[in-house]
C-alpha cells in the first residue's frame, strides 16, 4: 500500500456568498464564484502548495461547485504532475435550494442552539450527513492507496465544514470535540502528515470557540 506522505485539506477562497449573503436569493450555491478577494487568496495559497509538492506528483479531489474549481485553477499546479477528480461528496453542506437570507440566519440561530452536527436544515443536509458521505469518500480513498503508484501528495479542495468533518472522521473524534471547532478561513489549509510510526498527524488544530461538553467518555 502506497500512503500519500501528506494529505492537504484547502477550503474555497472568499466566495460571493461569504461576501454578501443576499446573493443566495438569486444565484445557486454550487453556482456562486471567488470574489477578487478570493483569487487573491487562492493564488497565495498556491504557491505555498507549490512550494510543498516541490515538483511531486498530486492526486486531486474538487468538490464540484465553481468556486472550489475556481480555487484550484488560482493555484497554478503543473498539471503534469497532477490527476484530477470532481468528487461530489467533498460538497458543501446542502441548506436548501433557492435560500431566503432572513430564513436562513434563523436556522443558523436553531443550529447553534441544537447544535452543528445533528441540526438538520430545511430540504437540507445535518452535518451528521456530511458526515457519512465524508466517510464514504474516506473509504474509496483508502481503496486508492492500494495502487503502488499512488502518488506521494493527496489534495482536497473543498469546503470548511466538510474539512471539519473529514478530520473528525479520519482522527475519530467526538461529536463534542467537532462541536467545540470553528472553521478555517477562506483560503486556509490544513495537512495530514504521515508519521515514522505510520500514524497520520494535523500540521495544526482548528481554532476552538469553546470548551468540549462531552456526554460521555470516548478515546
Known sequence: ??????????????????????????????ALR??????RQARETGVRLRELFDGER?????SPYRRTHETFRSFGLDLERVRVREEPRLREQDWGNWQDRDDVRLQKAYRDAYGHFFYRFAQGESGADVYDRVGAFLESLHRSFEAPDHPPNVLLVTHGLTMRLFCMRWFHWSVAEF????????????????????????????ERWRTPEPYGITG
Request: hydrophobic share 30%; proline share 6%; glycine share 10%.
Open 179 to 206: 462541536e467545540s471547532l470553528s472553521n478555517p478561513g477562506n483560503g486556509e489549509t490544513r495537512t495530514l502528515i504521515l508519521g515514522e510510526d505510520g500514524r497520520y498527524t494535523l500540521d495544526r488544530p482548528f
Open 58 to 62: 498530486v492526486s486531486v479531489y474538487v
Open 1 to 30: 500500500m502506497a500512503r500519500p506522505q501528506r494529505i492537504v485539506l484547502v477550503r474555497h477562497g472568499e466566495s460571493e456568498g461569504n461576501a454578501d449573503d443576499t446573493v443566495y436569493e438569486r444565484e445557486p450555491d454550487h
Open 34 to 39: 471567488l470574489t477578487a478577494t478570493g483569487l
